[in-house]
């Protein structure tokens, strides 16, 4: 039995060590809003928190995690209480077909946690792992930047 | 079944019923049929969307085209709950599965509200007249004496008021008006068309609760990868699975059924894996020994096919249009222009790559798929498992989930019937999964075209001379391998439907060998038309010494309704679109430049190695004009804003119009960077690292301006990107001096 911790609960999985992360969050888990793009860590649509650290959970084996804490997408609201970025993804009505979307925050998240105000370019550079197809890259650097600017104020 | 049972009609029938006194409406295509609680109202056969109100008022409305981020299940809904004067906040919205008792539920060619606006007024008015007509009864008043005011109906003489729930089943029992008894609102009296509602769904999505085909899990199931062949119409020689086999969780190996050509829809034959997690068909996957029997089209290769397309395109071709005469006329090369332009075979790259479940229960095959056309995969399904396509097509359930993007991949149903041929072969539950790998490779993919031109420019800066031609694998032979030309329909977008007026034209095309699967890929063949046509008016306004606006504007001439069917192009097809308030309209498309050229500043002085690129195209009953700016140093091109004019008529959702111009503007610019090619029939790329999308670091800042219009809705989805390339390639030139013909840019140019 393999252990991790998942959005705050300790699971025990019975799955080859070298699988990566993202099908025992999706398929043992059934936590589907971690979503697979590419299998290879290019696209980012996959991306989960490890110890707070962004991963791509596609080129992550599950041997990794043991031991660590990891958060989805849906551990991110507290309940009915949304992270202050998944708000402002709606103030911006960011989501288009909304795949690459889990993703997407998880990478911000971990950006503001890092760096509480990160300038235009810190924010390319962070999120240029996260392939959005439908094209939302403009609203979800207004919407991280809208979480930077009230932090501040 | 999950968090995605509420989607099934069934279900949505029972939640509704749960509560009493509900009113259902259902609509066919033609005839519009109402049904009381009593009653199962999908029974007549000729039910389509149904609205459904409950005893406390809660409006449930099934989206009944399909989602893949263009925002449909927001748009379409928002016109019902108008006509309807439902509050949005009150107003819930269902996917609904495919079938014919919905209507048209194709998803393409930007036409859910370009074709079918009135249709689906039509279906809120109903559901509003007959909530009147109850209200009326109630008072005993006339019709005219009462009104729908936000959510409930008023009485117009004592200001009382009965709210939608208290009505729901007394409205229910009514007959239900004919159409020419239904009275629509007037435009001045919309009260949510034209206003960014909330958008449907958008909080489920960023909580990740949202399913797509990828997520679908059904107890039991059995997950396959599968192995196809590298090239289009080979086949399996011999298989060795016992490696695969090794793997823990591997259940079954599988051949795929062999599929001759035409490539149609079918699956690709294959070998396929099946196991009990995605992780072991993956690794079964690998593991596989095969020997294929490559067939015929492993002799194309992409590179020698270009210049196949290029030979063809500068000789004498087929006439697809003709007016005057321009072959007899000698052109003066000191005021021609003549330039041959390419564009390589993309592919489509949604986020979310092809998926799909199916399993039988009973003599029952139940469906769990996202597809741009549900009931065209219903019927196919029928096919597949040797059902009547009309008397047997309820025994196929053909369940829509939300697309994770699509651009017209998931038009083509390959992957659903994959999931159908395994659930039939293994008597299991089958999810068919695609990797990132088999999505590039074994794709529907755009088009390769070369585009010519020749013209001579007057003493006006107009031209008297024209003669284009265009060679493209067509994707009519991807549904029979007779076809060797592009159809009508393909040279109505963008190429022979050229709005100039000029007295000598020729438009031609040629014959050409296909070998790969073709598709509609968004905006379709005006992708590379209006990619080659923005750059050769570009060309004529460098030669003329002139700005490229007054080009184009001194091209299109007066301001005039084209019908080009008495311009020498027989057969023309306005995007299926026989309203004659979607004329083709050259006021309309000069106003689209000017408003781009104005508001972008594209005619001001740049600073050094800095240029400005416009480009204009006409797709889908919509206008829209490009204009990017860039800054070129050693091959080094800096996109610096990209801005976008769009005139499609009537808005409904404007917030998701500005989304789908930026998310055209940046695929645009995308297509600068990208190609598909092709060495001995088989794809040369696998994934994003060599089928490069654009990323943050490379999206520009973008500007949409949407312009008013008293004309009927255009098409929104494919229209912003025909013209976003054009503008880019000009915009290199304006800074550089280079002029690009053959795409991508990224041959010779780097992007920073």
Not at chain 2, 722 to 737: D, F, K, M, R, T
Request: glycine share 8%; with cysteine; hydrophobic share 40%.
């Amino acid at each position: 039995m393999l252990r991790i911790t998942v959005n705050g609960k300790l699971v025990e999985l019975d799955v080859d060590p070298e699988m990566p992360l993202l099908y025992a969050l999706r398929e043992n888990l059934g936590l589907t809003g971690t979503k697979f793009g590419c299998g290879v860590g290019l696209c980012g649509a996959c991306t989960v928190h490890l110890d707070g650290e962004p991963v791509r959970s596609c080129a992550t084996p599950v041997s990794a995690a043991l031991g660590s804490s990891v958060t989805t997408i849906e551990g991110l609201a507290k309940g009915e209480a949304l992270h202050p970025l998944q708000e402002a993804w709606l103030d911006n009505k960011v989501p288009q077909c909304g795949y690459c979307q889990s993703g997407q925050i998880m990478s911000a998240v971990a950006l503001l946690e890092e760096n509480a105000q990160p300038s235009d370019e810190q924010i390319e550079d962070w999120m240029q792992g996260n392939i959005c197809r439908c094209g939302t890259y403009p609203r979800i650097k207004k919407a991280i930047k809208q979480v930077a600017t009230s932090k501040k104020g | 079944m999950l968090a995605f049972e509420h989607l099934d009609r069934r279900a949505f029938l029972k939640k509704t019923g749960l509560v009493g006194g509900v009113f259902i409406l259902g609509f066919g295509e033609a005839t519009f049929t109402g049904a009381s609680p009593g009653l199962k109202s999908g029974e007549s056969g000729q039910l389509g969307v149904f609205v459904s109100i409950d005893s406390q008022g809660q409006v449930t409305i099934a989206s009944h085209r399909a989602e893949m981020g263009q925002g449909i299940m927001t748009s379409t809904p928002q016109i019902i709950a108008d006509e309807m004067e439902a509050d949005w906040q009150r107003v819930e919205v269902v996917l609904a599965p495919g079938h014919p008792r919905y209507g048209n539920q194709s998803t393409g060619g930007s036409a859910s509200i370009r074709r079918y606006f009135t249709y689906i007024r039509q279906m809120g008015a109903v559901a509003r007249q007959m909530l009147e007509q109850a209200a009326a009864n109630h008072w005993k008043i006339k019709l005219e004496d009462v009104q729908a005011v936000k959510h409930a109906i008023k009485n117009k003489k004592t200001g009382a008021m009965l709210g939608f729930g208290e009505l729901a089943s007394a409205a229910a029992t009514l007959e239900v008006p004919s159409v020419e008894n239904l009275r629509l609102k007037t435009e001045d009296e919309y009260s949510l068309i034209g206003k960014d509602v909330k958008l449907m769904w958008q909080e489920q999505i960023v909580r990740g609760e949202t399913v797509y085909a990828q997520d679908i899990n059904v107890p039991g199931m059995l997950i396959a990868c599968i192995a196809r062949p590298p090239v289009v119409g080979g086949r399996v020689k011999s298989f060795d699975a016992s490696e695969a086999k090794k793997i823990k969780g591997v259940v079954d190996v599988l051949r795929m059924k062999d599929r001759p050509l035409p490539a149609d829809v079918n699956p690709v034959s294959g070998v396929a894996v099946l196991a009990n997690t995605s992780w072991a068909a993956l690794q079964g996957k690998k593991k596989l020994k095969i020997e294929w029997e490559l067939g015929e089209n492993a002799r194309h290769n992409s590179e020698s096919y270009k210049q196949e397309l290029i030979d063809k395109v500068n000789a004498p071709g087929i006439v697809a249009r003709q007016e005057g005469d321009v072959h007899s006329h000698s052109f003066d090369p000191e005021n021609t222009v003549e330039a041959t332009y390419t564009l390589p075979y993309q592919h489509h790259m949604p986020m979310e790559t092809p998926a799909a479940t199916a399993y039988f229960e009973g003599d029952k095959c139940i469906v769990w798929t996202g597809t741009q056309t549900p009931q065209w995969g219903q019927r196919k399904v029928c096919q597949e498992l040797g059902l009547d396509e009309k008397k047997d097509l309820d025994k196929v359930e053909f369940n829509q989930v939300l697309m994770g993007g699509a651009f017209g991949r998931k038009g083509k149903n390959d992957y659903t019937l994959e999931a159908v041929e395994l659930a039939k072969a293994t008597g299991k539950p089958v999810k068919v999964i695609w990797s990132r790998e088999d999505d590039v490779q074994h794709g529907f993919y755009h088009s390769i075209a070369a585009n010519y031109f020749k013209a001579e420019l007057n003493k006006d800066n107009n031209s008297d001379f024209w003669l284009q031609r265009v060679v493209h694998p067509p994707i009519g032979w991807t549904f029979d391998t007779s076809k060797d030309r592009p159809s009508r329909g393909n040279l109505s977008q963008g190429f022979a439907d050229i709005p100039f007026d000029i007295e000598n034209l020729s438009c031609e095309t040629q014959t050409l060998t296909t070998h790969v699967r073709i598709g509609w890929f968004r905006a379709v063949q005006n992708v590379h038309n209006a990619y080659a046509l923005g750059c050769f008016v570009d060309e004529l306004a460098v030669k003329a010494g002139i700005p490229t606006r007054e080009m184009w504007l001194n091209l299109l001439g007066s301001d005039r309704h084209i019908d080009l069917t008495k311009e020498g192009f027989e057969g023309w097809r306005n995007y299926g679109q026989e309203d004659p308030r979607h004329a083709l309209d050259t006021a309309r498309m000069k106003h689209v430049i000017n408003s781009v050229v104005e508001k972008s500043g594209a005619e001001d002085k740049v600073d050094k190695n800095e240029g400005w690129g416009i480009a204009f195209a006409t797709s889908f009953n919509s206008y829209v004009a490009a204009a990017t700016k860039v800054r070129v140093s050693d091959n080094l091109v800096k996109v610096l804003e990209i801005h976008t004019a769009i005139d499609c008529g009537l808005v409904i959702t404007p917030d998701r119009v500005k989304a789908q111009m930026e998310g055209a503007m940046i695929m645009g610019l995308g297509l600068a960077s990208s190609e598909i090619t092709i060495a001995d029939g088989a794809i040369e790329q696998s994934n994003f690292h060599d089928y490069p999308v654009l990323r943050y670091q490379h999206c520009p800042e973008l500007f949409v301006n949407i312009l008013p219009s008293d004309k009927p809705p255009g098409g929104v989805g494919e229209p912003g990107m025909p013209p976003v390339l054009p503008s880019v390639v000009n915009a290199i030139y304006h800074a550089s001096g280079v002029r690009l013909r053959h795409m991508p840019v990224t041959k010779t140019h780097t992007f920073i």
